[in-house]
């Protein structure tokens, strides 16, 4: 299944620390996706990548978090000043191809901020 | 609105029986993803179906491209089945997915 793999699984920051969390796609996947699910399993799309280049992110993501995905480096997101309403699972997907393909989750890192 | 809508949010069933699980969406989908999300967070790709049958072990995914809905049946439910199904397609080429809220499955003993 699949191998994509995320750090750490779990996360626990205060309100204004920086919360980073990592991601490694499947080997060949050139596109990656971060998604936010919430305690009511609701998803949010937070930005996504094909190879080191942002395709597209919402405008959270651009305000208070950053992201990159270095080549031959993990991928990488970072809320710069977390606060309460952050606290949820971050999942990281890659996929062959940017549409009409499958996505790959990894595990996820579930974050708390205090 | 929520582009796509999962029904029932929650379902219990005894072991053995089978469960039907619904996925509609508002917008056209040029891939359609089942997954499976246990206790724990992890998230497993059952089937990938944006149109016609597709069978896996005891999984059938049915969807009918032009209605905008897919189903999930699982035959004989076992208790690990027990977690969240999640259904998430694609609306455009080139897009992030569109996820539901989930089907809650508890198969009992």
């Known amino acids: 299944n699949s191998k994509v793999i995320q750090t750490p699984r779990y996360l626990v920051k205060g309100q204004g620390q920086k919360a980073k969390m990592r991601c490694i796609p499947e080997k060949g996947h050139p596109v990656v996706f971060w998604y936010q699910q919430n305690k009511n399993n609701e998803f949010k799309f937070l930005i996504n990548f094909q190879n080191q280049e942002v395709l597209q992110q919402i405008d959270m993501t651009e305000k208070r978090f950053s992201a990159e995905c270095p080549s031959n480096s993990p991928c990488s997101l970072e809320i710069q000043s977390s606060e309460a309403g952050d606290s949820a699972l971050y999942l990281c997907a890659s996929s062959l191809l940017l549409g009409g393909r499958e996505q790959y989750f990894g595990p996820g890192t579930r974050l708390t901020v205090l | 609105g929520q582009q796509v809508q999962q029904s029932p949010a929650s379902l219990v069933l005894q072991e053995g029986e089978n469960a039907e699980l619904q996925c509609n969406f508002s917008s056209t989908a040029t891939q359609l993803q089942w997954f499976y999300q246990s206790p724990g967070g992890s998230l497993v790709s059952l089937l990938s179906n944006p149109s016609g049958t597709k069978h896996t072990g005891r999984l059938t995914s049915t969807t009918v491209t032009k209605e905008r809905r897919s189903s999930l049946h699982i035959s004989s439910s076992q208790t690990t089945d027990s977690g969240t199904y999640l259904c998430?397609?694609?609306?455009?080429?080139?897009?992030?997915?569109?996820f539901g809220t989930g089907t809650k499955l508890q198969v009992v003993p």
């Open positions: 998430a397609i694609d609306p455009n080429s080139g897009t992030y997915q569109r």
